[in-house]
């Protein structure tokens, strides 16, 4: 069964941490997709990659970082977690090109305190 | 960009009735049109989706239409189930170059009521 594997389900962080949310897909996709979700706000995209070492701004990238070194592999970095990310954090695969469905993690709930 | 408006935010049926949610979408180059349902606890999985070749689609009890000049889409859900209540999410994208990129409506909370 092809997945999308985030690292955790729940995360809680101080406020200034350095905090990482890993995304592991196993279906050789070339484009993977950082959204947060919040209630009322919907699904929004924070950076997306579509290709190795390749990256490019969502919609909501202040305070983020992201990092892609292997094809199945990337991740989500916040420099110095603030209280305001405290999110759902879901990570997406799809294959090259438009018109193609995402397959969805599980999704990582961070909580920064 | 592209803007994606999506309503109701919430829907209450009765178990056997029909549901509608209606998607609204700004950018004329958009032309793919993907459903997902959203289950507590889980990330948002793929259920239906359109491309603008293409005015309806449907699958079992699922249905999805699309029109163009009025640029918007619709799920159709027909003899609605308890399992059926979840959140569903619209989206649309350009289906050229690298990247594809979604842009997500902002949800429906649907409950499907005994």
């Known amino acids: 069964d092809v997945k999308v594997t985030q690292s955790s389900r729940y995360l809680v962080k101080r406020t200034g941490e350095k905090v990482f949310l890993e995304c592991v897909q196993d279906?050789?996709?070339?484009?993977m997709f950082w959204y947060r979700q919040d209630p009322g706000l919907g699904l929004r995209l924070i950076y997306f990659?579509?290709?190795?070492?390749?990256?490019e701004k969502g919609d909501i990238p202040e305070g983020y970082s992201v990092s892609r070194e292997k094809k199945e592999r990337f991740s989500l970095i916040l420099e110095s977690a603030s209280t305001n990310q405290t999110s759902m954090y879901l990570c997406?695969?799809?294959?090259?090109?438009?018109?193609?469905?995402?397959?969805f993690g599980s999704g990582t709930r961070l909580t920064v305190v | 960009g592209e803007n994606v408006e999506q309503h109701p935010s919430t829907l209450s049926v009765q178990e056997g009735d029909s549901a509608v949610i209606k998607c609204t979408y700004s950018?004329?180059?958009?032309?793919?049109f993907p459903w997902y349902k959203q289950e507590l606890g889980k990330g948002p999985q793929l259920i239906i989706d359109?491309?603008?070749?293409?005015g309806e689609k449907k699958d079992q009890r699922i249905a999805v239409t699309l029109n163009k000049t009025a640029k918007h889409f619709s799920l159709h859900i027909t003899e609605t189930q308890p399992e059926d209540s979840a959140v569903y999410f619209c989206?649309?994208?350009?289906?050229?170059?690298?990247?594809?990129?979604?842009?997500f409506g902002t949800g429906t909370q649907l409950k499907v009521e005994l």
């Open positions: 990659s579509y290709d190795v070492k390749m990256k």
């Open positions: 997406a695969s799809s294959q090259q090109g438009g018109g193609y469905g995402y397959t």
């Open positions: 950018d004329s180059a958009s032309n793919y």
């Open positions: 989206a649309a994208s350009k289906a050229a170059g690298g990247g594809n990129k979604l842009t």
């Open positions: 279906m050789d996709h070339e484009n």
């Open positions: 359109i491309r603008s070749n293409v």
